[in-house]
Every structure is written in C-alpha cells, then in structure tokens.
C-alpha cells in the first residue's frame, strides 16, 4: 500500500496506460506544467511524444481530440475546469457523441474528456465562483453516445480512469476539483474498475438508502455516523458512474430500505438525481414508504469565496432529510 | 496557356466538370418532383471546386467536404450510391441515414472521406486532429478541409488554422468564397473579403485563385498538396459566386446581386469556359461536346432509375446499441 492523491492517482492512471499504448495522448492547457490542476505532474516530460499542449481554445483542441481519436489515438483531452465544458459542449455532444451513429457504427471515438468538478464550498472553503466551481454532470446525462464517470476516492479515480481509457467511447471523467488533495492508502497492484455495475457500496444499512457522489460522500459518512447514534441505519452507495448506471444496485437497496435520499453538490433542479428516481418509480413506486429527497446546491449562481458554501449541502442537510423520512 | 496536364487528364476532368452540371440540372428536377425530402445545395458556378480538388488528390488523401461539393462525393462514392443517399433511400452510401451532409468513410481501404459534423466550423478542427493523429503513425496521406467562407466567421477554424500552423499539419485549407454563406452576402459577413489573410495571420501561407477557371483553379490546389504533403499547411481561398439560393425551395428575395448572377452565368460560366479553352486548344469540337452532354445525362438518368428503386431504411438499418456504443453493453437502453 502506498498514499495516494487523486491528482497523482489521474497522472499514473495516464502514465500506466500510455506504458500498455503508445497511441494513449494527453492533449490539453498547460500539460507541460504538470496541467492546470496538477493532474499530469511528470507526464509531459517523461512522454514528450505522447502529449500537445494546446494554446487556450478548448472548443478547437476538444474537436481536435475527436479527429485525432477518429485516426487511431486514444485522446485523454482535458478541460481543466468542467466549468470550461460548455465551451467544448459542441466538440462533446454534436461531435464524439455522434460519429459513431453517423457512421453507422464503423468509427468510434476512443476519447476521455477529464474535468474537474464541483468547488470548495462543501469543505467551508474558498470557492471560485460561478464559472469555476459548478458541477455540470448533468448536462451530459441527456446525451446519448457519452458515458460518465464520478469517481471521488483516489483508488476509485486510478481504476476508473484506466477503464475509461481504455474504452472505445467517448467518456466524461469527472473528477472533484475541490478535493485534488484527498488522500487514501492505494494498493500497489495493477487493476483497473470496469466501468459497468460500477455502484460501490460504501456501508450497509437497512433504514435509508443514500446515493452520493463526490464531495458528498465523505458528508454522507458523517451524516451516517450521526444517524446510527440516532438508531437510524444508512446504506450508502457511491454510484462511481452516472451513465451505464448501476441500476441493480441501487433498486436493491431501495427496495430493501424504502427509503431514498440523492445527493450532489449541482443545483436539485434538472439533475441526474431525477433520472435515478425514475427508474425507481419506473421499476415499483411502491418501494418508496416515504417521499425521496435531492439534496444539493440552492438552485442559484455560485458567490465567489466564503460565500459558495452558504448554498452548498452540509451533514445536518443529510441528518435532518433522514430524520424526517424516519419518522 | 499550357498548364502542363496531359491531354487525358484535361478531357477527364472535362468529363467530371460537365457531368457536375448535368447531375446538379437533374438534382434539381428530382427535388420539385418530391423525390429529395433532404436540403439540396447546387453548386452552379462553382462545380469545377469540387472536380479540381477530388482529381488533385490521390486516393489516399483524406477529403474534408461542403455539402456542395457534390461532385468530389459522386468521384468517391460513386453516383448511384450518392444519389440514393441524397433521396435518404437504404441504397445509398449510408442507408440513407446521412444524405450528403453527414457522409463518412474512415476505413483504410474505404473512399476517405471525412465526417462533416454539421455544426459549422467544427469540420476544420476535427480534421486537424486527424492530420495530426496520421502524421504522427508516420503516414503521408495529406488531409485536404474544404470550407465555404461562411463557415470562416466561426472561431473554431481561427483556432485550426492556429493549431495547424503549430503543428505543421498534412494538410490544404481550401475556403470556397462563394459570397453568400446563407442569405448574408460577404460584405455583411466580414470587413476584409480574402478569408485567407485571416489564416495568414496565424502563420499560413495563402493563395487566391479564380474559382470559374478549372485549370488555375486546379494548379493551386495541386501545389497547395504538394506543400501540405511536406507538412506545409497552407491556404488556397477561391473566389466564385453562387448562381442560386442557399438550397433549392429557400426563398431567394434576400439576393440583391441578380445582375452579377447574370453576367456569371454570361461570362464567368466554369464550364463554357473550360470548353472555350478545349476548343481553342483543338482538343474537343462541338461534336464532342455534344457527345459527352448525352454520355453523361445518360448516366445521371441510369444512375437515378436505379437509385429510386431502393427502399426506405428500416427502424433496424439505423438504430441498433452497436451504432451508439462500440460496447453496447455499456450504453444502456435504447
């Protein structure tokens, strides 16, 4: 076992891979310099040819990406900031979403989009505001031809990047932007996180189902240690992927809690937590013996520094939630 | 003038240029009979783009194309297929998913032909990536992006030509200045009306040429290939004017050049005066072209009775998991 990072459990996900395939490239801002977040450390110059540092012109370099990946290259093509996605939104949706229908399945777009989501208003820290700190997930839900991946932990970013890689689709990779510096003891073994049942569940329980991703997780184990104190028990689940999402997973659990709480740092309105909820009201409505709740973000811009996490969910958003539904 | 083609290649592409006008004539008789439900862009005026670029390329290269750069389709896929994808019958090309908007060929040993997604201005950077990926295995095929001057205006081919310049990319900007990008004429599109000054700006070298004179028009291009084949990448920005509305059925009030229409199709008509320039030449005589006109309306006629005979695409010739996702089972539902 050693520690691990998410930032430098990103790097080796892409330096293990460019190791298995050469034609594994990183095309992005600022990689030279370790790339804006620190996410390819060392990359650039232990693989000069497996890199392109792109002027700033995410729309241009996302396109790029999918003609390069069209010829053969397995494109790893960050954005920095997911925030930076609507720029690249015509690259993502119109373009790798899409070539392989147009060409009636004989291409694919190996590509991996990496974006760092969400801010730091959930840690009480200082966020950056509403064009660097939001969490756009899910504007790629309603896209068919994309997959989406929410990893959090740094063992969970290795495995799942490496899959994502690896895939002959177009993937989004999503990582928390605001906790680069998570660390986790990692084993030192080879693996990778297949990107289908992907679910993890993070603890059993059998009261309340909570389905987290990202920075809500770590709020989630504390609400769950709360809640046990109180008789309440918390199955939690980190779905680790949005999209092919894990539905087995999650309707067992519902089915044996009856009890639903969703939770991520976007704003409630129009987020994948609904699509999670249809396929439960889909499956049975009658799962449910108590109405589900969304927790997230206030459905508002985000306020630059202290004031990101006044509209951020916290534990006692969770505890309350459960407390309520347990009645 | 000698331009240094061999006679064969100067009847060829004489062939090509009148079979372009003939296809278009009859295009545009199939559309008012219903038979295209898709937009039809004619390229009267400008056919000898399309015939200039497809013969200076070598099969290899890879074509990046407008959607009226019908001619060089018709070079690549051949005109049945083409023509039964353009009335989005399961014949065509594509099964008549694509029409010639959404065409895309990317097997090694297939016509070469790269997607058009059809978000203007997208083409160009995809392109790109691709020259780039191919230079990179050590290919020398050259990647040659055909854009109309309206599809300039967008930022992402300023940020290809950028990248392009870089990189030094295999590849040939050819910018078709038709003046018309839709129904805006250039002088309301930009304040400077040579597109390629702006790829100049980035570090291109560029060329103007007469888009109505086959032959100059096919010399640029052939010199413009031979320098992105050394990973030169360069401009080649012809100059035409479109005869006709945006697509066939658009309404055409919005043109207020009818008069230069005229004097185009007068003075400025690429097949008369590729014609003009046989017949001085003593290469062909009217009986020639007489000939070739009934050759090629015969096949355009051919082509189109055998094209209408196909059948619509089914539900299972368009839509199946493995046409979503290269692993289906990670995809999800339909």
Known sequence: MRQLTVNFAIAEAVEKEILLDKNVVVIGEDIYNGGGLGTYIGIAQKYPENIIEMPICESGFSHFGNGAALAGARPIVDLMFSDFATIATDAIYNGAAKMRFCTLGEASVPITYVLGDGGMGTYDGVGSGCNHSQSVISLFMNCPGLKVVVPHYPSDCLGLLRASIRDNDPVLFFYHEGSLGLREQVTEEDYIIPLTNAAKIRREGKDITIIAIQSMLPLAEKAAEELAAKGISVELIDPRVLIPLDKKKIIESVKKTGRLIIAHEAPTRGSFAGEIIREIVEEDPGMLKAPAKVIGAMNSPIGSGFAEAYIMPHVKDFVEAAEKMCK | ?334
């Not at chain 2, 390329?57 to 039964?84: C, E, V």
């Not at chain 2, 539900?315 to 493995?322: A, G, H, L, Q, T």
């Open chain 2, 1 to 334: 003038m000698d331009y240094g083609y061999s006679d064969k290649e100067l009847l060829d592409m004489y062939y090509e240029l009148k079979n372009a006008r003939i296809f278009t004539l009859k295009m545009e008789d199939a559309v008012y009979k219903g038979l295209i439900r898709s937009a039809f862009h004619t390229p009267y005026g400008q056919e000898a783009t399309g015939v200039a670029v497809i013969r200076a390329m070598k099969d290899s290269d890879w074509l990046g194309y407008t959607h009226r750069l019908q001619l060089a389709l018709i070079h690549r896929y051949g005109m049945q297929p083409f023509m039964a994808e353009v009335f989005g019958l399961r014949d065509g090309c594509l099964c008549g998913s694509a029409f010639d908007y959404h065409l895309g060929d990317l097997r090694e040993d297939g016509v070469r032909v790269l997607p058009m997604p059809g978000t203007l201005g997208s083409g160009p950077p995809v392109h790109a990536g691709f020259a780039w990926q191919r230079k990179r295995m050590g290919k020398d095929d050259v990647i040659v992006d055909v854009s109309g001057e309206g599809c300039c205006s967008e930022g992402t081919v300023y940020e290809t030509w950028n990248i392009a310049a870089l990189q030094k990319l295999p590849m040939l900007f050819v910018i078709e200045n038709n003046q018309w990008e839709m129904s805006v004429p250039i002088k309301r599109q930009t304040a400077n009306y040579n597109i390629c000054e702006k790829a100049g700006a980035c570090g291109l070298p560029y060329k103007i040429v007469d888009g109505t004179n086959i032959l100059e028009l096919r010399k640029a291009i052939d010199e413009g290939i031979a320098k992105a084949r050394k990973c030169e990448p360069n401009v080649v920005e012809i100059k035409n004017l479109r005869w006709g509305v945006h697509y066939l059925g658009m309404p055409g009030d919005y043109r207020d050049d009818l008069e230069l229409v005229e004097a185009a199709k007068r003075d400025k008509d690429p097949v008369k005066i590729y014609e003009k320039y046989l017949l001085d030449k003593g290469l062909i005589d009217q009986a020639y072209i007489d000939k070739v006109a009934a050759e090629c309306t015969a096949e355009v006629d051919r082509c189109l009775e055998a094209a209408a005979k196909s059948e619509k695409p089914t539900f299972d010739d368009i839509y199946r998991k493995e046409y979503i996702y290269a692993n289906p089972e990670t995809g999800g539902d339909l």
